[in-house]
């Protein structure tokens, strides 16, 4: 801890009622308003309004709180015991393929959990990987095994197709040093770059704004499409003498953002906004929640919690009563986060998880469903491994299929395992 030190806190899973919405969706009739959902055109931008969050149906949609299958062992057959989760999805045909992070291979197991295949290995070989850090499923059921910047396309039986190495040909770092990284894969396999302004690193403390560009890009990395300067993060970071820095992120307002066929969808919870840009880069749809901001009192922001006891380590002592004082005098937020993440389904559904600081935490939140309309249609709660970190480099996607729900959890003892709800629709 005696390094350069950031620690992010972001525990809490509940909702404020705070929350903007904007999505991409088609066949929108312009100028249809009603106090449940309307829909109008503006400067060329379609918004889509819904008059609050109680037009969810709770009860169309119910998500299984108990899994109906988990994969993963502490001890046991090696295909069943994982290094570090790197990502899941749902195959074509219904097979849940799982990667292992620190082994750099693929497995592939059928809908009861049993082992059929193991794919990789470390390498830069075809059918070898540099890491598994994401996966995604194309177009024509291809797969694409991602680690930043390099991309493994593979056909539907998991061998080697090609592989490339996108970085962006124009970048506002100086070299030597980059600023561009892979964020994902659009559905034809085209990357989604990004372009990372950093500020915060150099600061001396207080409140700071980290910003991103994300661009649309070929397999090479020349831009396609720019969708435009974004919030990366809010963190609020304090500075020991002499020392080491450290901040956190809750409960001040977060970005996410996600992509689905050649859509680029960007959330800002300060600003209540789901954007949704088309393949051009040009902003095509929003959508709104049209309700009142939450307030939080200071003790649900930042419970009270004791003086850290003495390490018998002076400088570690430092370090930890410096954390713990700026904790306690901490103000709040102007503005509370109005949701906590956002996921994109199979079918395009969009997932908005409802926030609630660390004292209010709810261990089964509810996570709000648009659909491809954008029309606030259903809200389910969440079972354990749809809670994500809130750190974006280190978040772990849930696939959500059109029945099932393939997600990662952790046992008290760190063990890493995969795990399968069951989604049913009415």
């Given at each position: 801890m005696l390094g350069s030190l950031l620690h992010f806190f972001r525990r809490g899973a509940g909702f404020s009622p705070s929350l903007l919405i904007l999505l991409s969706a088609c066949g929108a009739e312009d100028g249809t308003r009603d106090p449940g959902f309307s829909t109008f055109e503006d400067g060329g931008v379609i918004i889509s309004e819904n008059g609050g969050l109680h037009l969810a149906d709770t009860l169309a949609w119910v998500l299984d709180t108990t899994e109906v299958l988990r994969i993963g062992l502490a001890e046991g057959p090696e295909e069943y015991v994982f290094g570090r989760l790197g990502g899941m999805i749902l195959t074509a045909d219904g097979h849940i393929l799982v990667g292992d992070a620190l082994a750099n291979?693929?497995?592939?197991?059928d809908e009861t959990g049993q082992f059929i295949q193991k794919a990789g290995r470390e390498g830069e070989g075809p059918g070898e990987f540099g890491g598994v850090n994401r996966l995604r499923r194309l177009c024509g059921d291809t797969v694409a095994v991602i680690s930043d910047p390099r991309v493994d396309i593979l056909d539907p039986t998991l061998g080697f197709v090609r592989r490339f190495?996108?970085?962006?040909?124009e970048m506002s770092a100086e070299p030597p040093f980059t600023s561009d990284k892979l964020e994902n894969l659009f559905g034809d396999g085209m990357p989604l770059m990004s372009d990372f302004l950093s500020v915060c690193r150099s600061g001396t403390g207080g409140m700071c704004v980290d910003s991103i560009l994300f661009h649309r890009t070929d397999e090479s990395g020349q831009i396609k499409a720019r969708y435009g300067q974004f919030v990366w993060a809010r963190t609020e970071s304090h500075q020991v003498p002499g020392g080491p820095s450290f901040g956190w992120r809750e409960p001040h307002p977060q970005a996410f953002w996600a992509v689905h066929g050649d859509r680029f969808y960007y959330a800002d919870a300060q600003r209540f906004e789901i954007m949704v840009f088309g393949p051009a880069g040009r902003l095509e749809r929003r959508i709104r929640v049209n309700v009142p901001a939450q307030q939080y009192a200071r003790d649900v922001v930042y419970p009270p919690s004791p003086s850290p006891e003495p390490t018998g380590n002076p400088r570690m002592d430092q370090v930890m009563r410096v954390g713990w004082e700026a904790?306690?005098?901490?103000?709040?937020?102007?503005?509370?986060?109005?949701?906590?993440?956002?996921i994109l389904d199979e079918e395009g559904n969009i997932w908005v998880r409802q926030y609630h600081p660390d004292g209010a935490v709810d261990s089964q939140p509810w996570w709000w469903v648009f659909n491809p309309e954008g029309r606030l249609r259903w809200a389910v709660r969440s079972p354990p491994g749809l809670v994500r970190s809130p750190n974006p480099v280190r978040r772990l996607d849930p696939y959500i299929g059109t029945d099932r729900i393939v997600a990662s959890i952790r046992d008290e003892y760190g063990v890493e395992s995969v795990v399968v709800y069951r989604l049913r629709k009415r």
């Open positions: 291979e693929l497995r592939l197991f190495r996108p970085h962006l040909t904790r306690q005098n901490a103000s709040l937020p102007d503005t509370f986060p109005s949701f906590s993440d956002m």
